[in-house]
């Protein structure tokens, strides 16, 4: 039997929307978490298949150095404050920064076609600094393009779906554990 798509999602208990510069974590496993208009932000999914404990970020800018009133009260909307967040409250879950699964998405060249910012470059430079720094890999992404994502995370088994406009299915990032 094919596994659900995103526009298939009952059966959850819950279901969290990360909305732009958001981020949610659970240790819920009828959870699944969804975050839609991944341009040129970012979409981090964090999954600890010991705990089944996980969450995402959808982060808009690079550098939280640009405003940092804004990062003290939204500390998601950027990645560098966003990631330590993320990370901070999955450990109150009882995540381990060892055993993590990580997918990322976005990162597009959207509504700027000329690539003038290259915000979308930018928060994937950041992000592979701040991985780099503490250690941390990737273990699947689909970044950079044109186009827009909706990123969802099942915390039943951590899988990570995406589906961009134009394209018929979901893209399975990280296939769910049995």
């Known amino acids: 039997m094919p596994s659900p798509s995103l526009s298939a999602i009952a059966g959850f208990e819950q279901k969290l929307v990360v909305g732009v510069g958001g981020m949610a974590v659970s240790n819920n496993r009828n959870t699944l978490m969804i975050t839609y208009s991944l341009g040129s ?74 690539g003038f910012f290259n915000i979308g470059q930018r928060n994937c430079a950041a992000l592979t600094q701040l991985f780099g720094r503490h250690g941390l890999s990737v273990e699947h992404h689909e970044i950079g393009g044109l186009v827009s994502r909706t990123m969802q995370l099942n915390l039943a088994n951590g899988e990570v779906r995406l589906k961009s406009p134009g394209c018929n299915g979901d893209l399975i990032l990280s296939p769910g554990l049995s």
Do not use: W
Not at 50 to 67: E, F, K, Q, R, Y
Not at 75 to 90: C, E, I, K, Q, Y
């Open 41 to 114: 932000c970012v979409g981090v999914t964090i999954y600890d298949p010991v705990v089944g404990a996980g969450g995402m970020l959808h982060a808009m800018l690079p550098d939280s150095t640009i405003n940092s009133t804004k990062a003290m009260e939204q500390p998601a909307m950027f990645v560098d404050t966003g990631v330590a967040a993320l990370f901070r409250a999955a450990y109150e879950l009882r995540v381990d920064k060892h055993r993590v699964r990580i997918c990322v998405a976005g990162g597009a060249q959207f509504m700027d076609p000329s």
